[in-house]
């Protein structure tokens, strides 16, 4: 009997604990804030740093643009970056600690896996987030406050199947079965092809790899040399992509090279015993003539010492979106909760009459998904 | 074609390895798991070596020197202390050496992925088929190692000093061997082949990252543990076998998402049909 009464004891203490943890779980957090809080979560260590730190960067640049103009109607903003090393569970933990850090409104994480994860809290809150660089189609649909700043990965595979067919008569394509990325731009480029009646094996050669095999490419390359390929596709990272273009240069299979934006800072990575052109789709051309995209990257490379990449201008783009749209709306309360926020920035967004001319576009437009509408253009790396 | 020459010089690649696991168990009785660790220390003396001097002799020269001089220094630092301690103690040191390793390269040379270029001779055309001159290379050098370590092995005193050790070390000691100087000599050979594996891994794969060693390292081991870990001939055979495997199946494209999951499958197989793997020795425990 006196287990019982204990066991009855524990179960009531518990029950009391968890009413007091659901009761605090409805605290406003940003009933404090004297600044509007813009969160996010990307890689700032391991082996994605490159890009998480550029959209910091651009990020914190944009912030500061911003306060050095008097932010919005006198009211400052910040800018919380969590590390979450391009891994889902960190993205999750990293926006709840955001959460309850005060934040308002988010450009969501660097990645598409970690994006994805940000997302499903983030619908639960009703926070709008505004990705710079998740990629991934299951990003902006898990809802209506998810949209993104760069193009989709189903946009760039169709692009880059139209944009080749142009040109080429056999497309050989290498892809990593291992990661979403790469998959959405394949299987996009796939259904393209199919559209354009393009025959697999025939028109286009298809050969992939995983995670545990990205190192050695020399059965691909050689492969793909032997079908008498003219041109490569390469849908994935540039780390890998430095690798199939060093394997084909090694067998002299200098064929032309095209990719979509994840080979941006391919330049880096090749050395002179690479000579194929190398080109890829992006919406920011650092060395453009753009009279705003100059005024970019001089601050940029004032300030860090090195060039912007894309997701640095990505980066600055979604802040300076949020920060136009609230314009747009008419925010003025700092204490306003985040999901309040999301319900004044969503019509606005969405409207048709909001336009955002920035780094990475003009005329930049988002559909009910949240997708981006602007213009794509290609890069050819130079190589001097 | 291309592909088996490919598969065979990504399994010359592995037996190396394997043989530094192999005659390491074999010897001392423990699983080096910052043997993978090594390679990578070898890729980053090759990647100095080349920015400092630019030229390919003294990479290779450098890496052998520092990898023989490492892991005799991890034995007697890490290692020797703990003869006569439960194996689990020493696999944990190991797996700690790995971990140590790593986060002073990354310390040391940052968390990316640094491009090195190293044997970009070009291709050779053999019978209609194009083969890269590197390919050839590697494929004949570990050849090479191979058969000397063979020789060294059953022809030389040192050698046969380590197949008694490996026999039984008591027995060994009482016959004048020097048991803690056969194994820094079984750790001196094995990291020395671990720097020819990380030029002719760079050979082939032209990067270099903290983390190079983990994949090859693992695979090294399951080459080993196929051909029946402490069999110095199983290696080899192992390694060439995991290799081959490898790259037959990612030049299937149907096949080629499963590469890694038909490799180690493999390795179950194999331990399910001969538990010591293909040339193992079953040894009776007497009682």
């Not at chain 2, 520092?66 to 630092?77: A, D, N, P």
């Not at chain 2, 040192?158 to 000691?173: F, I, K, Y």
Request: hydrophobic share 45%; aromatic share 8%.
């Amino acid at each position: 009997m006196k287990n019982f009464t204990r066991i009855v004891c524990a179960v009531l203490a518990l029950t009391f604990c968890l009413l007091c943890a659901t009761a605090c779980g409805e605290a406003n957090y940003t009933a404090n804030n004297t600044t509007y809080v813009i969160g996010s979560t990307g890689p700032l260590t391991g082996d994605a740093s490159v890009y998480g730190v550029a959209v910091q960067r651009g990020a914190m640049l944009a912030i500061e643009e911003i306060n050095n103009a008097g932010g919005l109607n006198g009211v400052l903003f910040s800018f919380e970056m969590v590390d979450d090393m391009a891994a889902a569970d960190k993205a999750a933990t990293g926006y709840t600690s955001l959460f309850e850090k005060g934040m308002q409104a988010s450009i969501g994480s660097v990645t598409s896996g970690s994006c994805a994860s940000f997302a499903a809290e983030a619908e639960g809150d009703g926070v709008l987030f505004m990705t710079p660089s998740a990629s991934a189609e299951n990003v902006i649909e898990t809802g209506e406050n998810a949209f993104r700043v760069c193009f989709g990965d189903a946009q760039q595979g169709t692009l880059a199947a139209d944009r080749l067919v142009e040109t080429y008569s056999k497309i050989g394509v290498i892809y990593d079965t291992s990661d979403p990325y790469s998959t959405g731009l394949y299987e996009a480029f796939e259904a393209q092809m199919t559209k354009l009646n393009k025959v697999k094996d025939t028109d286009y050669f298809v050969y992939s790899f995983t995670k545990e095999t990205n190192k050695d490419f020399s059965t691909q390359v050689s492969e793909l040399k032997a079908k008498g390929c003219d041109v490569l596709f390469l849908p994935f990272y540039y780390t890998e992509a430095a690798l199939v273009c060093k394997k084909a240069a090694q067998l002299d299979f200098n064929v032309p090279v095209f990719g979509c934006d994840g080979l941006d800072g391919i330049k880096d990575q090749l050395d002179d015993t690479v000579t194929a052109q190398v080109s890829y789709i992006t919406p920011f051309d650092v060395e453009s003539p753009d009279a705003d995209i100059k005024a970019f990257v001089d601050a940029f490379e004032k300030k860090y010492g090195e060039a912007p990449n894309q997701f640095a201008a990505d980066g600055y783009d979604a802040v300076m979106i949020l920060y136009e749209a609230m314009k747009a709306a008419g925010v003025n309360d700092v204490k306003i909760s985040a999901a309040d926020l999301a319900d004044l920035l969503r019509p606005v967004l969405t409207g048709g009459t909001f336009k955002y001319d920035g780094l990475t576009g003009k005329g930049m437009t988002w559909t009910v998904e949240g997708s981006c509408e602007k213009d794509p253009q290609v890069v050819i790396v130079d190589r001097d | 074609m291309n592909t088996l020459i490919n598969g065979l010089c990504l399994g010359g690649i592995y037996a190396l390895i394997a043989l530094g696991y192999t005659m390491v168990y074999g010897i001392a009785k423990m699983l080096n798991f910052a043997h993978g660790d090594i390679i990578m220390v070898g890729a980053y003396a090759v990647y100095t070596t080349l920015a400092l001097t630019g030229h390919t002799v003294p990479a290779v020269i450098v890496a052998v020197i520092v990898c023989t001089l490492l892991g005799v220094l991890t034995e007697r630092v890490a290692y020797r202390p703990l003869r006569g301690a439960s194996p689990l103690a020493v696999l944990i040191t190991a797996i700690g050496v790995s971990y140590l390793l790593q986060s002073v390269s990354q310390l040391i040379f940052g968390a990316g992925t640094i491009p090195v270029s190293i044997g970009n001779w070009g291709t050779l055309e053999l019978m209609g088929i194009s083969i890269s001159i590197s390919s050839l290379l590697t494929l004949g050098l570990c050849v090479v190692i191979m058969v000397g370590l063979s020789l060294f092995i059953t022809r030389t005193k040192a050698g046969t000093a380590m197949l008694a050790v490996s026999e039984d070390r008591a027995a060994a000691s009482l016959m004048g061997i020097n048991v803690n100087g056969i194994i820094t000599l079984t750790f001196a050979i094995g990291s020395a082949l671990a720097a020819c594996a990380s030029v002719f891994y760079l050979m082939q794969i032209p990067a270099v990252s903290p983390t190079l060693g983990a994949m090859p390292g693992i695979k090294a081991f399951t080459a080993a543990v196929i051909g029946g870990i402490g069999s110095i001939p199983g290696a080899m055979v192992g390694g060439i076998l995991l290799g081959v495997i490898e790259k037959v199946c990612s030049s299937i494209p149907v096949l080629a998402p499963y590469t890694t999951a038909i490799e180690f499958g493999l390795l179950i197989l194999i331990l399910m049909v001969r538990p010591t793997g293909l040339m193992g020795k079953t040894r009776r425990e007497k009682v």
